[in-house]
C-alpha cells in the first residue's frame, strides 16, 4: 500500500470493526439504516442522501478503508460484492442500466472511511462525473 493510502485510510489487519466508523457501526446496528441485504461478508443499505432514485451503497462488513487496502485475499469478498450490487440492480429493476462507483480518497469524493460501492440508477446519469 502505497503512503498515500495509509494516510488516508485504516491499514490493512486493522480490520474488524473501527469504533469511530460510521459504516461500521451500521454493520454493529448501533446506528439505523434500511438493510436490504445481508451476508456475512457483505452488507446492502439505502443511501440516506440518494443521488437517483435508486441509491444503494454495498459495504464489506469487516473494515476496508478503500478500493487502496484491498488485497490478493479479497477476491472472494469482491466477488461478493459485486453479486450483491447486481442482485440490488435487478431488485430495483434497473433494466435500462445503472452505475456502479467507488470513490477513493477526497478528491475522488470520498467521505465515510470505509469501502463502499454506490449502485446508481432509475434515471439518465450524466458523464463524465462533477
Ligand atoms: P462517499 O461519499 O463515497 O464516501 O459515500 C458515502 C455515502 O454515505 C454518501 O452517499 C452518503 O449520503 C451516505 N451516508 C452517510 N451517512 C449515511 C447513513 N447514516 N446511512 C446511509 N447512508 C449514509
Ligand atoms: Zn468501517
Not at 451476508?39 to 464489506?60: C, G, K, W, Y
Not at 459485486?82 to 456502479?100: P, Q, V, Y
Not at 454506490?118 to 446519469?125: N, P, Q
Amino acid at each position: 500500500m502505497g503512503s498515500e493510502g495509509a494516510a488516508f485510510s485504516k491499514s490493512r489487519g486493522e480490520d474488524e470493526r473501527v469504533s469511530d466508523c460510521l459504516f461500521c457501526k451500521i454493520v454493529s446496528k448501533e446506528i439505523d439504516a434500511e438493510i436490504l441485504h445481508e451476508s456475512s461478508e457483505v452488507l446492502a443499505f439505502q443511501d440516506i442522501n440518494p443521488a437517483a432514485p435508486t441509491h444503494v451503497l454495498v459495504i464489506p462488513k469487516r473494515h476496508i478503508g478503500s478500493a487502496l487496502d484491498l488485497g490478493p485475499d479479497d477476491g472472494d469478498l469482491l466477488v461478493d460484492l459485486f453479486e450483491t450490487m447486481t442482485s440490488m440492480a435487478k431488485t430495483a429493476g434497473l433494466d435500462n442500466g445503472h452505475r456502479l462507483v467507488t470513490n477513493v480518497g477526497s478528491d475522488g469524493g470520498q467521505t465515510v472511511d470505509h469501502l463502499r460501492f454506490h449502485v446508481l440508477g432509475g434515471r439518465s446519469l450524466s458523464w463524465p462525473p462533477g
